[in-house]
């Protein structure tokens, strides 16, 4: 198909990513293709359900580490609220935690930055036919990783365990006392196979399984 002739339909494409030049270059790599038309660009995850409710678009486009919420978390909220909305997900980060909280959180595809536009192009055709895309190297990586060995609470112990935080703030800030984040804090510690918290933190989040 020529890239001056745009069909009478053109796939819909919501680009959610916080680096304004990557933001930028995708838009102007993906509105050259004939048959695709970006619609919205958000920096923020929290931006993400809204702007989809109001552009409607056929395939949401997002990157996992955004401000406000990630895009595993507006995957699952877009999944509720605009359920004909395909999602693909596009990161540097091919962590295979990722992928797995990717395809549970409903998404049709999960992509490295690192491919030609072409590629992203095609997936983007592909799931919106109905396909699941997903990068095999990092399909494989998944398989042989196995599921996260952390359970929902201690992710959330963990995640609120960043920027120097206390048991104190800890228990406060999700409604628990201290001798049960403490218990948490050391089932993950455990799992992870790390000396303290901030091992298990990194750890959990080089595994993609924060």
Not at 113 to 134: N, Q, S, W, Y
Not at 174 to 185: G, I, Q
Request: hydrophobic share 45%; with cysteine; aromatic share 2%.
């Amino acid at each position: 198909m020529p890239r001056d002739h745009r069909p009478a339909r053109s796939i819909r494409v919501l680009l959610a990513e916080d680096q304004q030049m990557m933001r930028g270059a995708l838009a102007l790599l993906l509105g050259m293709e004939p048959d695709i038309l970006v619609v919205a660009q958000v920096a923020a995850g929290d931006a993400i359900v809204d702007a989809a409710l109001t552009h409607r678009p056929d395939v949401a486009l997002l990157d996992i580490e955004l401000p406000g919420i990630s895009g595993l978390d507006a995957a699952a909220e877009l999944r509720d609220q605009a359920p004909d909305c395909r999602v693909l997900i596009l990161t540097t980060f091919g962590r295979p935690g990722y992928l797995r909280r990717a395809m549970e959180a409903g998404a049709a595809g999960f992509l490295v930055k690192d491919g030609p536009v072409e590629e992203l192009a095609a997936a983007i055709r592909r799931v919106l036919t109905g396909e699941t895309v997903i990068d095999p190297a990092l399909a494989a990586a998944a398989l042989s990783a196995g599921p996260s060995p952390l359970t929902a609470r201690e992710c959330d112990v963990l995640r609120a365990s960043t920027d120097g935080a206390t048991v104190a703030d800890i228990a406060d800030r999700l409604h628990l006392s201290e001798s049960t984040v403490r218990n948490y804090l050391s089932a993950a510690i455990g799992k992870t196979g790390t000396r303290n918290r901030m091992e298990a933190v990194r750890a959990a989040r080089q595994q993609g399984w924060l």
